[in-house]
């Protein structure tokens, strides 16, 4: 699981919190618990969550190859534009899978409740989402 103060999976870590606080367990142990048949939500959960960590680490790797290909004092090659672009593509379809993935899951843990303490437990607060993008014009 990522470090508990990093940034760059802080929606994953947000899930994650919910779905143990949901479940009166650890993450580790839920998922082993999912195999199981008749946990069908809790599969479900534990899946959403391991897609949005998995787009969360993808977003960060891209963006650190990103990086690494602008970096300053680096020429830009032929080759290297096309690589650039398709890690600009996969940042934002990454973006958009945690996105998805986010709210969907967001909307289902802010439905549900720990059924022992139904009538003392706060309603769940909403799963926060990353700002939106700057939009650039390219004409």
Do not use: W
Not at 100 to 117: D, E, F, I, M
Not at 118 to 129: D, G, N, R, Y
């Amino acid at each position: 699981m990522p470090q508990p103060d990093d940034p760059a999976h802080a929606v994953s870590q947000i899930v994650a919190q919910r779905i143990e606080a949901l479940y009166g367990q650890p993450l580790d142990e839920l998922e082993a618990l999912a195999d199981v048949p008749e946990s069908t939500l809790l599969a479900a959960l534990t899946g959403n969550h391991s897609a949005l960590a998995f787009a969360e680490r993808n977003i960060a790797f891209q963006l650190d190859r990103l990086r690494e290909l602008i970096a300053p004092k680096r020429e830009i090659g032929q080759f290297d534009a096309g690589h650039i672009l398709d890690c600009a593509r996969r940042i934002a379809e990454s973006v958009a899978t945690r996105d998805a993935y986010a709210k969907s899951t967001g909307a289902v843990l802010g439905g549900l409740r720990r059924a022992t303490s139904l009538e003392t437990q706060p309603p769940a607060s909403p799963v926060p989402t990353a700002p939106p993008a700057a939009v650039s014009r390219t004409r």
